[in-house]
């Protein structure tokens, strides 16, 4: 295994994107993306992602090239075109953009159309409540999960995020894909030769299978069964339905480089708790703080950041085979 540091991922990604068609700026991004959320244990949306990426840039399914641009149809609201580009530059334009209109207007949203696969939902809710905004994502992703009682997949796996700050130390962040578990995860498994457990997913068919192979080409398990479905409707309605992006069942996959751009879309919203009560984050300490007192429970992400700080002192740990892969790319 090689041990990196956060920078040698970060230039070791951005150099490989860069090497297949990604303006500097764009590759910055997105490896910035990648390196952060392998920092944080997702390996699923980390590294092994160059590839992937590289090949698509290749293809042209991602424009290495794209700007994304910003308009204000209302005062609250932004518009964000990602141009068929990865959605890291677009992500960062929104949170780079959110946080003077939250505070002039109590809430503000940012629409992302013609986006891509936004990685870690997590982090861009984090960086808004790292700045004291609460904050959602919606993310619609490419068809992978059947509505309930149905066979043909119509809805992705379709992340939500939310954070909000606490005073005098790390953001609460709650990340979750409305599958049972996060496509990555078995894209992950795929990658190392490994089974997946009974219960992740479906094969073409509708039967259980531990085959990341069948998996990929079959359905995923929702999340709390129906409701999950349900939920999972509702996140296709914003992040697509009302952005103007791609639904699922239009968008091409984010793991391959057939088809034309996913075309996909999210929808993040930016709260100043301010505007709606004093001491907003004070409060949300409390419940924090009650959830903390109890023997065995912790707040959601709290691997997350243990596994953030090892990886500052630390390194990241890559296999040495993807490490070659990416730096042969």
Known sequence: MAVLTLDEAMALAAGALERNGALPAVAASVARALAGAEADGLKGHGLSRVPGYAGQLRAGKVRGDATPTLARPRPGALRIDAAEGFAYPALDLAVAELPAVARAQGVAAASLFRSHHCGAAGRPVEALADQGLVALLFANTPAAM???????????????????????????????????????NIMAAKQKGELIPEGWAFDAQGRPTTDPDAALAGTMAPLGDAKGVALALVVELLAAGMTGANYAGEASSFLDDRGGPPGTGQLLLAFDPAAFSDGGPARFAVLAAAIEAQAGARLPGARRLAARAKAATAGLTVADALVAEIRAL
Request: hydrophobic share 45%; proline share 15%; charged share 10%.
């Open 146 to 184: 059947a509505p309930w009682g149905g066979a043909t997949p119509v809805f992705g796996t379709n992340p939500i995020a939310f954070a909000c700050p606490l005073p005098g130390r790390a953001p609460i962040v709650v990340d979750l894909s409305l599958s049972k578990v996060a496509r990555g």
